[in-house]
């Protein structure tokens, strides 16, 4: 049986937890969290990051998070608490959605890059 985009959408949103922009800030200092824009390259280069973020564009994130790929990102450890962003949410989430089947414990759904920066978090080019 075929599912839909919304229907993805919403398994996706229930199953990673939003966090704030402060949150995500505090989770990083205090709880080595790893904040991961999902952008792709045009988009980072247009606004930038949150600082100290690590991009991973959406289409390449199975493999640079799979423990066993070839191109595993070191910094993304299942047992990390991971913080996604993308431009506004949904992508956030259904990569959150995956990293958690990946066997990923702890992933959070900052939202967009707005949010980011609505809520008074750094940005670095």
Same mark, same amino acid.
């Given at each position: ?33 790893? !904040?991961?824009?999902?952008?792709? #390259?045009?988009?980072? &280069?247009?606004? @930038? %990051? ?27 450890r299942q047992d990390r608490?991971? !913080?996604?962003?993308?431009?506004? #949410?949904?992508?956030? &989430?259904?990569? @959150? %959605? ?21 809520g008074g978090g750094e940005?670095?080019?």
């Amino acid at each position: 049986m075929s599912t839909t985009l919304n229907e993805m959408l919403a398994v996706a949103h229930a199953a990673v937890p939003k966090i704030g922009p402060a949150a995500a800030a505090d989770l990083v200092k205090t709880g080595n969290a790893l !904040i991961v824009d999902i952008r792709d #390259g045009t988009e980072v &280069a247009a606004s @930038g %990051k949150a600082k100290g973020a690590i991009t991973i564009p959406r289409g390449s994130l199975e493999s640079r998070a799979c423990p066993s790929s070839a191109t595993h990102i070191p910094e993304m450890r299942q047992d990390r608490p991971i !913080i996604l962003y993308c431009a506004g #949410g949904n992508r956030a &989430a259904l990569a @959150g %959605k995956t990293l958690l089947d990946l066997g990923y414990k702890d992933v959070r759904n900052l939202g967009g890059f707005r949010d980011w920066v609505a809520g008074g978090g750094e940005v670095e080019k």
